[in-house]
């Protein structure tokens, strides 16, 4: 080479190098990290690009953060993902940013879950909300369904007792069949659940136990969504099983990024939220003497109900692993749960682990598999406390009724003070001698293929598998002096095997730039097996230290017995369709249908067909609305379906014996092959809104449903024999109601935002064109056993309450007078709805740079509660037998007589008004310590307190006193009583 070659090339190598070094001083690189500002937890995915500027952009990893290199001229970083607002974040000076993204009301460009597949919600035309994990209610939350309590208009979801793990009630725009199950649909991860639970049932001396909730067994730190589907439009697809609504559980998934590793821990710590007005050692003996009654008095002061109570102590620990890239993505997750009743020897213990795939196979990634195993085993320890309990009462009425001057001391040998008569039970001697644990392991499993053909087509494959065992043991020691108690033990085991087996066939396309069409087919079989067997003894010897139910052969021959049954097994199989159009993104068309053969009905009508069609117009896509500043969003929704209900036993249609011990037999149900599927035919008009920069934003809907042949178990009609039968029912439920949702961001800064959500619910129900009446709402207790409250009549809403109007207390004889009819006999009227019309959630939140506070209230309003426990539990003639009364009846301008008897009537008939302070949380984030990456430390407060006038311990209650199974609503009977809670927990990741 020679040397003006060499100079030549080493001038070039100098001027690129020069150039490189000032393209270079001519970039910066920005780093930094974007949170969601509501619960600072990082948001993967997020765009963030340079404004004015063709540098590019880049995207979020799994723990929220990013690298870019802008010109050094960029002044402006626009931040920005789906379902939030977009950031412009100033970077004049800084190399250094951190993003705090807020909530945008409209999240148009949303993915929701929907039946067999998931949309845009700007392409959804039926009525569906959307709950994220950063919204759920928090607390302690043994079961899904309490996540979203108050947080959805037309969803009413109670909480039936304060029992942990105990059972919900849940209606998703009233109640739509007299006899079938009114509880929703509920899907996790595209699985439709059976609704039933595993766990045996029980009954003893005590009365029959409060089921628990079917739902226990998911862990609600594992939930990443769960969606409400409420109009035809939305449940056809789900067909005969979509009556109720439909409750979609989406479960947290692995993310792309290094493996990261999530912690949450809290524990808390629970008191009684209320204890009734009885009276204090002082004022019973005030009492006694008020009414000239020289004996009951024993000198003590004493407080039953504090003794059989304590503060229960919480515990809850979550640990997930995740990981993946474009090709796969796994999340394994372990949870632990351990929650001590205030009722002490009582509990609820879980333990749970899920593990779950997405993978991508082939070099062009169209042949996928998901998978989701779902594993759990819970123990619920549960105290004497029944739904029906006899005259001698359960655990909470034995308190309520203690003398509050007698010594609670006891001892096994001699448990029965003959000065308080021989069927007065001591509640601490009922907590000792009573014992009862059921513990159910359920595996949920699934996996899912699927295979991309072209672009636009998609074949998926999903068999799912429910499996559950549950095994309960229960004993009563003999030395207990319940009436006919010589020592009881019982042991029962139910399994439930249910299965899935869905093909679905999906195509999307984008056929012009103005025209968008989407279309699903699928085929559906389901298959619900359950069975069960036990055994149960009395009069055993006692040998104290072991458990009856370990020594069942102790009892005699003649004083055991077992049982097993297998109930038939169901089938459900469906075909189904959906087709979308959208137009110009202003018109959209949804139709579905679905075929539904099950054997749940007879041979003449196994297969019903349930379509619906729906329509949507985005008002602010039209020109008239283009630019304007005010009206961001504003749409339009029409929807008309049906669907149907076999929430029934699988027995209906057939014949059913009950076989004995040798030959002997017993018809129980009578063949009937002509039952018609139960149909519901819904209507629904809304309109959604954005407004103000999606300030504000929310929903109003109009609905009618309209619930035809209902079917129900009948009485065979006399001179016949007392046999039943399964049939349909003339007549028809109307219910019909105004939704509004209403959301503002009222305030929207850097540092400080205030968001206040409210949705409410008017709601009407009413039985028409119906024939005869049919009791419901039994009543328990001494004096009033066998009556009923409630009735199933025309004109009338479902479960009215049907008593004798109370009008007061003679002044000259103490005795209740009653409203009479003109011959004098007793008047019975239809005076109270169980039914609330109007359905109360308000939510709102405060963040201040790291500080946040949310407030979730819900509330009933407009119907009446049946305070059971008034009426049979503390009546005025207890003073005479020395057991406790009622502080509100005694001091009055008239004194009530001790001979007054019992009857129910509206003088226990109650408004059930109510707004309840369900949860608060205060948190504050700590951030990155070290290797602890988003570190977030909470304190929440759940049950702080509750505005009522009813005098029973909640008016969240729901004590199930159905009748031949007719179910009842709104009966308050000794429940188990409600806890507040306090609750401190920590979150990080690593």
Known sequence: MTLKRLLTASMLLLLTVAISVSAYAQEKVITGKVTDSKDGSPVEGASVVAKSSNSGGTTTGADGSFKLSVPTSTTTLLVSYVGYGTQEISVVGKTTVDVSLSASGSNLNEVVVVGYGTARRKDITGSVASVKSKDFNQGIVTAPDQLIQGKVAGVQIINNSGDPGGATTIRIRGISSIRSGNQPLFVVDGVPLSGGSASPGLGTALGGAPGDNPLNYINPNDIASMEVLKDASATAIFGSRGANGVVIINTKRGQSGAPKIDFSTSVGVSSLLKKLDVLSGDEFRATLAKYSLTSGNFGKSVDAMDAITRSGITQNHNIAI??????????????????????????????????????????????????????????????????????????????????PTHDLNYTQAVPIDPAL?????????????????????????????????????EYKFLYSLNYARGERRTEIRRWLNIQGNRGFGQIANNRMFNQTLTHTLNYNKQITSDLNFSALVGYEYLKFDYIGSGMTANNFVDYPGIKYTNYMQNAPAADRSMY????????????????????????????????????????????????SVAAKWNISGE????????????????????TGNQEFPSSAPLRVVNIGQGPNQEVASLENQDIRWETNTLANIGLDFAL?????????????????????????????????????????????GIELAINAAVIRTKDLSWNLGVNAAFQKNELQDFVGAIETGGLSGQGISGATSQRLVSGQPINVFYLRTFEGIDKTTGQSNYKLNTDGSDNLDYVGNPNPKTVLGITTDLSYKKWFL??????????????????????????????????????????????????????????????????????????????????????????????????????????DKNVNGVPSLGIEYTPYPSARTVLLSLTFSL
């Open 692 to 736: 103000m920069d999606s300030r504000i934003t929310g929903s109003i809907d109009y609905y009618t449903r309209k619930t035809t042949d209902p079917i129900f178990q009948q009485v065979v009609t006399q001179p016949g024999p007392p046999l039943r039968f399964w049939t349909n029912l003339d007549g028809q439920i109307v219910n019909s």
């Open 322 to 403: 995740s990981a993946g890239n474009d090709a796969g993505r796994y999340r394994l997750s372990a949870g632990y749960q351990n929650v001590e009743g205030i009722v002490k020897e009582s509990g609820f213990k879980k333990y749970t682990a899920n593990f779950s795939g997405n993978y991508k196979f082939l070099e062009n990634k169209r042949l996928g598999l998901d998978f989701n195993i779902l594993t759990t085993n819970t123990t619920r320890n549960t105290a004497p406390i029944s739904n029906d309990a006899g005259f001698q009462g359960s655990l909470i009425a034995n308190a309520l009724q203690w003398n």
């Open 564 to 611: 097993s049954f297998a109930d038939p097994i169901s089938e459900l199989q469906s075909i189904f369709g959906r087709i979308n159009v959208g137009y110009k993104d202003k018109y959209f068309l949804t139709a579905t249908v679905r075929r539904d053969g099950s054997n749940k009905f007879g041979t003449n009508n196994k297969y019903g067909v349930f379509p």
């Open 421 to 457: 008569g021989a069927t007065t039970l001591n509640p601490l001697a009922v907590l000792e001698a009573y014992d009862d644990a059921a513990n159910v392991t359920n595996i949920l499993a699934s996996i899912a293929p699927s295979y991309k053909i072209t672009n636009d087509l």
């Open 854 to 959: 949310a407030i979730n209230m819900n509330g009933a309003f407009g119907h009446s509660l049946y305070n059971n426990t008034a009426n049979s539990v503390l009546p005025i003639g207890n003073i005479i037998g020395g057991r406790n009364i009622a502080k509100s009846i005694i001091g009055g301008a008239v004194q009530e007589s001790t001979s007054n008897p019992l009857a129910p009537s509206t003088r226990y008939l109650e408004k059930g008004n109510y707004l309840k302070l369900a949860n608060a949380t205060v948190s504050y984030r700590l951030g990155n310590l070290g290797v602890i990456k988003n570190a977030n430390l909470a304190l929440t407060g759940q049950n702080l307190f509750v505005i009522t006038k009813f005098t029973g311990f909640d008016p969240e209650v729901n004590t």
């Open 623 to 642: 020109d008239f609305l283009a630019g304007n500043s005010f009206v961001n969003n504003l749409s339009l929704r029409a929807s008309w379906g049906q």
